[in-house]
C-alpha cells in the first residue's frame, strides 16, 4: 500500500474515534483500513494501535508517529499548492467596459493574482469593440448578443435595461406609466452628441415587440457612473444597465419605473479566441472567472 495513503487513513481513525468511521470518511473499505494500519505497523516496528473487537486505543508510539504523519501530509500539502501557483504563470490582457469592469471584473482579477502569484494580468477598460486579434486581447467581457462566430464564447448571465428616478424627483413629479410619458419628465441622456435619444421598450406588458420612444434629454453625459449620480440627485429619469445600479435599487436611493416594459434581457459572455483558451495563464482566468462571475449575476438584480 502507499504509505502516504495509509498515513491518511491512520490519521483518519485517530481523528474520528474508530475504524469504521475512518472508512466512510474516506470512501474506502474497512479492510483496506486494516490493511493500512498493518503496513504502517511493520514499517515502524512496533504496535500503533491496541485493538479489540469494539474499540481502540492509540499505543504511545501511535502518538508519536500520527503526530508525524499529520506534519509530513501537511507538508505536502503546502508543496502541490506551490506547485500550482508556479504552473500558472504568463500574462492575461483582459477587456471590458468600463464601469461593468470596474465593479464587476476587477474582483475577479484581483481574486485571480491572490490565487496566482506568478501570473499577471493587464486590464483594459474600453467602451468600444475591441479587435480581440488585432489588439493583443487574451480575453473580452462583451454586454451583448454575438456575431463573430471566430471567437470562443462563454455565457455569464443576463443584465436589464431599467428606467430609475430618484425618490425626490418622483415626489414632485407623477411616476411615469408608461413609456409615452416620458416625453413629459425630464430625462437624462447617455450621449456626447444633443438634447435627444430614443429609448427602447415593449410596446405592451404582454407583448414582445419593441418601439423606440423619442425623449429630450434635460442633461447629456457621456458618463453612466455621472448620469446615475445626478438621477440619484434627482436630475431626472435615467436608463442605466441593471448591475451598475443594483446598490441604489437596493438602498432605495434611486426606484425602478416601467418594468412591464423593460426590453428582453441582455446576455453577457466571456470571448477568447480558441487557441489562447487552451492553456496556461489565459486558462486559469478563464477557468476562475466563469464561475465566480456567473453566481455574481445569478444573485444580480431581478424584477
Same mark, same amino acid.
Given at each position: 500500500? /502507499? ?7 491512520? =490519521?483518519? +481513525?485517530?481523528?474520528?474515534?474508530? #475504524?469504521?468511521? %475512518? *472508512? ?120 451583448? /448578443? ?7 464564447? =462563454?455565457? +455569464?448571465?443576463?443584465?436589464?435595461? #431599467?428606467?430609475? %428616478? *430618484? ?137
Amino acid at each position: 500500500m /502507499d504509505r502516504l495513503k495509509a498515513m491518511s487513513i491512520f =490519521v483518519a +481513525i485517530v481523528d474520528t474515534g474508530s #475504524l469504521a468511521a %475512518a *472508512a466512510r470518511k474516506l470512501g474506502c473499505s474497512p479492510a483496506s483500513v486494516t490493511r493500512a494500519v498493518a503496513h504502517l505497523e511493520e514499517i515502524a516496528g512496533e504496535r500503533l494501535l491496541v485493538r479489540t473487537t469494539r474499540r481502540f486505543a492509540v499505543t504511545e508510539a501511535g502518538a508519536r508517529h500520527v503526530a508525524t504523519y499529520r506534519l509530513v501530509l501537511e507538508e505536502l500539502g503546502h508543496l502541490e499548492a506551490r506547485s500550482r501557483d508556479i504552473a500558472v504563470s504568463g500574462s492575461v490582457v483582459i477587456t471590458a467596459p468600463e464601469l461593468f469592469g470596474r465593479l464587476i471584473v476587477m474582483p475577479v482579477v484581483e481574486s485571480f493574482l491572490a490565487a496566482h502569484p506568478h501570473a499577471q494580468v493587464r486590464v483594459l477598460l474600453l467602451n468600444r469593440m475591441v479587435d480581440l486579434v488585432g489588439e493583443g486581447v487574451d480575453v473580452a467581457v462583451r454586454l451583448a /448578443d454575438l456575431q463573430d462566430s471566430s471567437m470562443t464564447a =462563454v455565457r +455569464i448571465g443576463e443584465i436589464r435595461k #431599467l428606467t430609475c %428616478a *430618484a425618490p425626490g424627483y418622483l415626489a414632485e413629479r407623477p411616476a411615469p406609466k408608461h413609456p409615452s410619458d416620458l416625453m413629459n419628465h425630464w430625462c437624462i441622456g447617455l450621449n456626447e452628441a444633443g438634447a435627444q435619444e430614443l429609448w427602447r421598450y415593449r410596446e405592451s406588458a404582454s407583448a414582445r415587440r419593441i418601439r423606440s420612444v423619442r425623449v429630450t434629454c434635460r442633461l447629456a453625459l457621456n458618463s453612466a457612473a455621472a448620469a446615475i449620480g445626478a438621477a440619484e440627485r434627482g436630475m431626472g429619469i435615467v436608463r442605466p444597465l441593471s448591475y451598475q445600479v443594483e446598490r441604489q435599487i437596493a438602498d432605495g436611493s434611486l426606484i425602478s419605473l416601467l418594468q412591464d416594459y423593460e426590453p428582453e434581457p441582455i446576455p453577457i459572455h466571456m470571448v477568447f479566441q480558441p487557441r489562447r483558451g487552451g492553456g496556461g495563464a489565459v486558462r486559469a482566468f478563464i477557468d476562475h472567472a466563469v464561475p465566480r462571475l456567473r453566481q455574481t449575476f445569478g444573485k444580480s438584480l431581478r424584477r
